[in-house]
């Protein structure tokens, strides 16, 4: 896995699997591939461009024409296998969860995606009681957001599902977190994404939206101006990291200057500075996980970072379907 000693080799890395993962998906959106690179980076692993394209295979051979798998989430997906040892076993897994997941949830993107994320992080047999949990806090944001909360949000409730706070912690947490970031900031769905992480970190509302909203200041101070829309969710999982803010923002902006000087992402045709911020963010949220840590790995602060991780994958299928949409 990477630490804060080997920055230029993440960032290296990243922009390495990023290129494979669009050779063998060359006619995806150009949104899904840094997500999907990242989840080479943030298994510790380098793309493997012949196995890429055969996990492509396995599930091009699987999954139904119709299958949401196969829609804006299949890079992402195909990525997920080939992290896996064992590909076929692993889709095998994934294909029993989305079954599951169907029982609960309306079929979408987002479900094919979280049937990919449980299955990295539980049984099969686990997966029905989280996916009874999930909808359960699912219906209690609809309950109080009946307009704002929509698909996406399954992620996000199933996310909450792991956390040990009982479900009317997490909620109550979440709305009094929505309520004081919605002060700050005004795009209501990602607002509501981010009380959604800031609900499964330690701490009191009040102390991590100020944290949160801090770090923002501080990055506008800094010259850099972190997005308030779709990267809203993936600053909430950096205010819980624990570490100093000063020093995950100056880990941020180093690896957002150097992505600056990348192809894709310089240039009047390159990814915007926000969308940059936000996949700087990400990368660096991968220097602070440690999945061979099992109390790190169960911790609230880790359980927030995979939470904006796929925030961030949620964000590109959601940008890719307004493109599709703007297309057609």
């Known amino acids: 896995m990477y630490n804060k000693d080997n920055i230029d080799q993440l960032t290296m890395d990243f922009i390495n699997n990023r290129d494979i993962v669009k050779n063998v998906f060359s006619f995806d959106y150009s949104y899904i591939y840094p997500v999907a690179a990242n989840v080479f980076c943030n298994a510790g692993v380098a793309a493997d461009e012949a196995k890429l394209r055969e996990c492509k295979k396995i599930i091009k051979k699987n999954a139904g024409f119709a299958s949401y798998i196969k829609s804006y989430a299949f890079a992402v997906i195909a990525s997920k296998l080939c992290v896996s040892p064992d590909p076929e076993a692993q889709f095998r897994k994934i294909m029993d969860i989305y079954s599951i997941l169907k ?3 309306s079929r979408s993107s987002y479900i094919a995606l979280l049937s990919a994320l449980l299955a ?6 686990a997966a029905e009681n989280i996916a009874q949990r999930g909808k359960k806090l699912y219906n209690m944001m609809k309950k109080d957001h009946p307009f704002l909360t929509s698909s996406e949000d399954s992620v996000m409730a199933c996310f909450m599902a792991l956390s040990d706070k009982d479900d009317n912690a997490l909620i109550c947490d979440a709305e009094e977190c929505y309520k004081l970031l919605h002060k700050f900031f005004f795009s209501t769905n990602m607002v509501q994404a981010s009380s959604h992480v800031l609900a499964v970190s330690d701490g009191a509302p009040e102390d991590k939206v100020r944290k ?7 990055f506008k101070a800094k010259g850099r101006k972190f997005g308030s829309n779709y990267e809203l969710p993936v600053l909430a999982a950096l205010s819980a990291i624990n570490d100093e803010p000063e020093s995950v923002i100056d880990t941020v902006i180093s690896i957002d200057n150097f992505l600056a000087s990348q192809k894709g992402y310089k240039g009047v045709l390159g990814i915007d500075k926000k969308t940059r911020l936000m996949h700087s963010a990400i990368l660096t949220a991968d220097l602070y996980q440690d999945p061979d840590n099992a109390e ?6 880790t ?5 904006a991780q796929e925030a961030a994958i949620c964000a590109a299928i959601a940008a890719s379907a307004a493109a599709a949409d703007s297309s057609n």
């Open 103 to 105: 029982k609960h949830f």
């Open 296 to 301: 790190a790995a169960a911790s609230a602060s």
């Open 120 to 125: 990295e992080r539980s049984s099969v047999e």
């Open 212 to 218: 949160m909203t801090g770090m923002f200041n501080a």
């Open 303 to 307: 359980i927030a970072l995979i939470a």
